[in-house]
């Protein structure tokens, strides 16, 4: 059935080939059935040849590679409308529960008190930070049990993520949706999170961990988007930053 699709549309495609062709040559023998004149049709019909190359040029090499960006800003625009959505109904909270699980915090959260003053060079220098951190999680310090039915009524809203395909364009935000998923399966596939062995908890604090270096550098990546092209997102979102402890959505 498939070939049979593409065969149709190859055929459809022959056809018109064919047609522009015929047209063009019934248009030039009425040229010269007027004019008489092939000398004339053959200058302009060189000169037309001539011109193809550049005209493909432009086609392919600058009007493509111009709508091909701006279709990509399109994209990026859609898929950070997406991530937003995440934020909001998961990925904030998360932030703010991973941190509770976090044996050193403190000291990585002075590194992520985003203002009004970061450059895109500060955005970077804290994305590489965070990629080459090595946190110390402790399952036991923090709630899991509360971490498991928060992430389990969640589970429909992150599979409706994945089912949108334009997301496999956003390989980072992919891996991290799918660390999620995973620390979620985690948790579920455990009839009780009290009383495991230490082995099992450093487990789950690998899990955490995953997830939570991923999540950061997606938060900062989007904060970064907020600050570029809409500052009032922008605003709410650094006053009401989960990994600072004295963040108030009150405007002081």
């Known amino acids: 059935m498939y070939k049979s699709e593409k065969m149709k549309r190859l055929n459809w495609k022959l056809i018109l080939a064919v047609f522009l062709i015929i047209i063009s040559v019934f248009i030039y023998i ?93 955005f970077r220098a804290a994305m590489d930070f965070v990629t080459g951190i090595e946190p110390i999680f402790i399952a036991q310090k923090g709630n899991l049990n509360d971490l498991h039915e928060f992430l389990f009524g969640k589970r429909f809203f992150m599979l409706s993520l994945l089912e949108n395909t334009d997301l496999f364009e956003h390989e980072s935000f992919t891996d991290l949706l799918l660390a999620i998923f995973h620390l979620s399966e985690e948790l579920v596939a455990r009839d009780t999170l009290d009383g495991l062995p230490q082995s099992d908890y450093e487990h789950l604090a690998g899990d955490i961990k995953r997830a939570y270096t991923l999540l950061i550098r997606e938060w900062l990546a989007y904060v970064m988007h907020l600050k570029d092209n809409y500052p009032y997102l922008f605003s709410l979102v650094i006053r009401t930053n989960p990994l600072d402890a004295d963040a108030s959505p009150v405007v002081s």
């Open 30 to 122: 009425i040229h010269y059935a007027i004019f008489r004149d092939p000398h004339h049709i053959l200058i302009f019909l060189i000169g037309d040849l001539a011109f193809v190359p550049i005209e493909v040029l432009l086609v392919t090499l600058i009007i493509e590679h111009l709508l091909k960006e701006r279709e990509r800003r399109a994209l990026l625009n859609k898929l950070n409308m997406i991530i937003g959505t995440f934020f909001s109904e998961v990925g904030t909270r998360l932030l703010s529960d991973f941190t509770s699980f976090s044996h050193d915090s403190a000291e990585i959260s002075e590194h992520l008190i985003v203002t009004n003053e970061w450059t895109e060079k500060q």
